[in-house]
């Protein structure tokens, strides 16, 4: 039932498609017309029942079959922009008086070109995404060195300036010896230590002066 429920479908598409009226989506319209088959079954099978149930039921399906099989979108009145084809959506859901004789060619050609347009527009944003993408791509490799070496030095700087920082002038110790004496002239190593750094004199040497 189902396979044939979609062959029917696609037939009537086709011809919705004819009046331009936006038809639902296809499986919607196959569980639409599955339910209306079941509807028929139920009848079918309970046609020997005499009762004021039955009868009911028999004539309100046959007054829906009498009308339209819809399967036009739910906002199709909204999406329609001419109004001849809103005109005729409303006739065919009430008195089904006009009908379609032939495709209006003027308007097929105006369709036509306007689907052109769109599809030219939808290229062109395309190619403007991949041109986009593309340029950025060399842009990141053209800058990629320079912002590798710009790093490398300023990382090299922070270093250069810890360095200089941390650094302390050594001070050679003192050792004992017989230059270290009172009366003995000082060593020029002497010297250069007391002009670096200023070194506490112990007693003994105060003793000395």
């Known amino acids: ?3 044939s429920a979609h062959a ?11 009046s331009s009226i936006p038809p639902e989506q296809q499986n919607h319209c196959i569980v639409k017309l599955i339910k209306c088959h079941k509807n028929w079954l139920l009848l079918k099978k309970n046609r020997g029942r005499n009762s004021e149930a039955q009868r009911k039921r028999e004539n309100l399906f ?4 009498d ?6 979108h739910a906002s199709a009145m909204n999406v329609i922009k001419i109004a001849e084809d809103r005109e005729f959506l409303i006739d065919q859901r009430g008195e089904r008086k006009m009908i379609i004789t032939s ?17 030219r527009s939808e290229e062109l944003r395309e190619m403007a995404a991949k041109s986009n993408a593309s340029s950025s791509v060399v842009s990141s490799q053209e800058l990629g060195p320079e912002c590798s070496f710009s790093s490398t030095s ?3 700087s922070i270093l250069e ?3 200089k920082d941390d650094f302390v002038v050594p001070v050679p110790k003192k050792t004992k010896s ?3 004496s009172c009366g003995v002239e000082p060593s020029t190593s002497g010297i250069f230590t007391q002009h670096v750094t200023i070194v506490t004199r112990s007693p003994i040497e105060k003793q000395c002066d």
């Open 161 to 163: 300036d810890k360095s």
């Open 67 to 72: 009308k339209l099989f819809d399967i036009s």
């Open 8 to 18: 029917l479908i696609q037939e009537f598409i086709e011809v919705w498609s004819k």
């Open 154 to 156: 300023s990382d090299a």
């Open 62 to 65: 046959t007054n829906e079959l």
């Open 1 to 3: 039932m189902k396979d």
């Open 178 to 180: 017989s230059s270290s």
């Open 103 to 119: 495709i209006d060619k003027k308007l097929e050609k105006v369709k036509e070109r306007s689907l052109k347009r769109k599809q």
